[in-house]
């Protein structure tokens, strides 16, 4: 993987006409430590990889590497809708989910680098089985496996004709394709994105009430479900956090979408360069 992308990035140099490399912004779905992944389990065999090294290596010039959620939150603050205020918090939907902390206008990563990792924390110990090896975590529910997961359930289940042909035609279910069906107005699809945004939101109102930020955004929406992910997640959250805390916080979808780890990748590496400076 390290080699492709060494590739790509050497296709687009070329072509931008660009002299040199001065840093590379590397964003990974997991835990950061020092440029070196640390347990990612979305992604085995990744234990213990110098991902900042190998890149630097390659590349010959700086690799800055962090927590994907650590990369899209200073995208959302440099360009997005986040860029107005002081400290906000950003949430990641996806194969995993995160959330960036920007406090005082900084980034905050934590005493270990693992700020934010929310991937793992609990809804229910008899809940769907995790990647991690326990039960009932966040992403176990509301990642994109567990979403896949849940949606061949309702598929076996027959209460999801749309599903149930898709599934017939393709040998298996995708969040697009699970995505389509409710956006097509399938009850049982829209239900599950429903019960996935209300234990999204469940999860906030612990957040909002601890970090107190200024807004709350939230990037990784599937495409065309993002209404309905806001509509369940604000009434989650507005309703079961205190009035002093959420009174003037908005919850909004980020309005860089995939852009954000692009520009949050550059502002790593423009940050360090300039630093050094």
Known sequence: MIGRAVELLGKLHAESGVAELTGVGVAMPGP????TSIAPAVLPGWQRFPVRDAFATE???PALVDNDANVFAPGEQHAGIGRTFE?????KLGTAIGCGLV????LYRGATSSAGDISHLPLGEDGPACVCGETGC?????GDAGLVRTALAVTRSGRSPALAARHATAGTLTVPDVAAAAITGDPAAQTLFRD???RLGQVLVGLVSFFNPGIVVIGGAPDGLGHILLAEVRGVV???SAPVATGT???VLSDLADRAAVVGGARLASDHVFTLG
């Open 32 to 35: 950061v430590d020092n440029g």
């Open 59 to 61: 590349l010959g010039c």
């Open 87 to 91: 400290g906000f918090l950003y949430l």
């Open 103 to 106: 406090l005082g206008g900084s």
């Open 138 to 142: 966040l992403e176990a529910y509301c």
């Open 196 to 198: 996935t945004a209300r």
């Open 238 to 240: 507005y309703r079961r």
């Open 249 to 251: 916080m908005p919850i």
